[in-house]
């Protein structure tokens, strides 16, 4: 089972993170490459840069199309503190023999070698975290895969790059007690001159506490803040939601992890609280079906489509808070208004409905569109009359290939006052992926 895990792991190691971070375009470059097109990069490198940049644009790039079977050796990419710009380079460290017995080598650690503008280099050496390997790709042509380079392309304020480093678990035997993420991040930047491990602090718990790392999945929300995808959690009592943001300091180099209230005061992310809200139960309405864990006592029912019938099978619904159709309409009545709670419901391949007075569902799959990504908002405004808060969005978009490729209009997301429904209904919505 553990040899499955890893082999798992390594293959997803090469997949685009869902993060709503700058998207990336670079290839793996040769040493040749490297040294023949290092002075027209850093020419400029002394410039102040001031202008928002979108996606980490690749520094140096082979003239020769990269052949899929070519071994991953290094990724070189231009990194800026906002003053100066720099040539990094990052390449395998040293590889740890899980099993010692040779049968599964995983790279725990990477070596970044900074060049600044007058050719003076540093090499760091960056580490996993224990039980956790680095997860760099297979082959050259998945070179960009190797880190993240997060940009401001929030707004123009100057603002240091972010290296995010991903790592991925391979220590499986106490997952359980330990209930440790599957993968995680680390973050590095130019502080001072020097590239180095951003400093993480966590405030959520205990003012000041060290953080050992972040999670991979994060939106760039401001200038300096990265926000956590916010995961619902759900008990018979209904939903909670906790909003946690790093915010990096630039003067000190770290990066701090606080709750955000979602009250009005703090707009954007009373924004943001609503609709993660959302997305949890249209999730179930456009994705997938409402979790189900018996399999066995089923219902068959003929469907009218068309001139024709068909017969579907119904699965009851485990999920702790419905048990009824009545149940799930009303609570998506706390959070939509009745035409989008209806439409929502009419349009779910999963057609819940009830059998003896218990809540079933269609296994059913509203399919999935790979070029679209997380949706982050640009702004909000307040309505004429008061009684509406319009969250302008934008949302990333990939190629074919995974490849992040900018931005699209995400659409207005609206939340409009009304007292009897816990202050304000959701109005206009677009479930993402669909």
């Known amino acids: 089972m553990k040899m499955k895990i890893i082999a798992l792991?390594?293959?997803?190691?090469?997949?685009?993170?869902?993060?709503?971070?700058?998207?990336?375009?670079?290839?793996?470059?040769?040493?040749?490459t490297a040294e023949a097109?290092?002075?027209?990069?850093?020419e400029t490198s002394s410039e102040a840069s001031s202008e928002t940049v979108v996606g980490a644009q690749p520094a140096l790039m082979s003239d020769e199309p990269v052949e899929e079977n070519e071994p991953f050796t290094s990724y070189t990419f231009t990194y800026?503190?906002?003053?100066?710009?720099?040539?990094?380079?990052?390449?395998?460290?040293?590889?740890?023999?899980?099993?010692?017995?040779?049968a599964q080598m995983l790279p725990i650690s990477v070596t970044f070698t900074c060049e600044d503008k007058n050719f003076a280099s540093q090499t760091v050496e960056a580490t996993a975290p224990e039980g956790y390997y680095i997860g760099l790709p297979y082959s050259a042509n998945?070179?960009?895969?190797?880190?993240?380079?997060?940009?401001?392309?929030?707004?123009?304020?100057?603002?240091?790059?972010?290296?995010?480093?991903?790592?991925?678990?391979?220590d499986y035997d106490d997952i359980a007690e330990?209930?440790?993420?599957?993968?995680?991040?680390?973050?590095?930047?130019?502080?001072?001159?020097?590239?180095?491990?951003v400093k993480m602090i966590d405030n959520t718990k205990q003012e000041g506490e060290p953080l050992p790392y972040c999670p991979v999945d994060m939106l760039h929300t401001e200038p300096l803040k990265l926000m956590e995808v916010p995961v619902p959690e759900v008990t018979k009592d209904g939903v909670s939601l906790q909003i946690y943001t790093y915010t990096y300091d630039i003067a000190e180099n770290t990066l701090t992890k606080n709750v955000e209230p979602p009250v009005q005061d703090n707009m954007l992310y009373f924004g943001y609280y609503y609709y993660y809200r959302a997305m949890e139960i249209a999730y179930y309405?456009?994705?997938?079906?409402l979790p189900v864990e018996d399999y066995e006592n089923y219902v068959e029912t003929e469907i009218a489509n068309g001139d024709s019938t068909y017969t579907a099978m119904y699965f009851p619904i485990s999920d702790p808070r419905f048990s009824t159709y009545e149940e799930l309409y009303n609570y998506l009545l706390t959070i939509?208004?009745?035409?989008?709670?209806?439409?929502?419901?009419?349009?779910?391949?999963?057609?819940?409905?009830?059998?003896?007075?218990?809540?079933?569902?269609i296994l059913g799959d509203g399919g999935y569109n790979i070029n679209l990504g997380p949706v982050t908002f640009t702004g909000y405004e307040i309505s004429e009359d008061g009684q509406s808060i319009i969250f302008h969005t934008r949302q990333l978009t990939r190629d074919d290939n995974g490849f992040e490729t900018g931005y699209t209009d995400g659409g207005d997301f609206v939340l409009t006052s009304n007292p009897d429904k816990n202050g304000y209904i959701?109005?206009?919505f677009r479930y993402p992926y669909s």
């Open 37 to 42: 097109r290092a002075a027209e990069v850093t």
């Open 80 to 102: 800026s503190d906002s003053r100066d710009n720099y040539l990094v380079t990052l390449s395998p460290g040293e590889y740890r023999d899980i099993y010692n017995n040779g």
């Open 178 to 197: 330990e209930q440790r993420p599957a993968v995680v991040s680390k973050f590095y930047a130019v502080h001072e001159g020097k590239l180095s491990e």
């Open 9 to 32: 792991a390594a293959l997803l190691c090469t997949a685009v993170s869902l993060s709503a971070c700058s998207g990336n375009e670079n290839v793996a470059v040769t040493e040749t």
């Open 142 to 170: 998945g070179a960009y895969t190797a880190c993240t380079i997060i940009k401001n392309d929030i707004d123009f304020t100057p603002v240091p790059d972010l290296i995010q480093l991903d790592f991925w678990l391979y």
């Open 426 to 428: 959701i109005t206009k």
């Open 336 to 361: 939509f208004n009745q035409r989008i709670a209806d439409d929502m419901l009419a349009a779910a391949p999963m057609q819940y409905k009830d059998f003896d007075g218990k809540l079933y569902g």
């Open 285 to 289: 309405m456009n994705q997938t079906t």
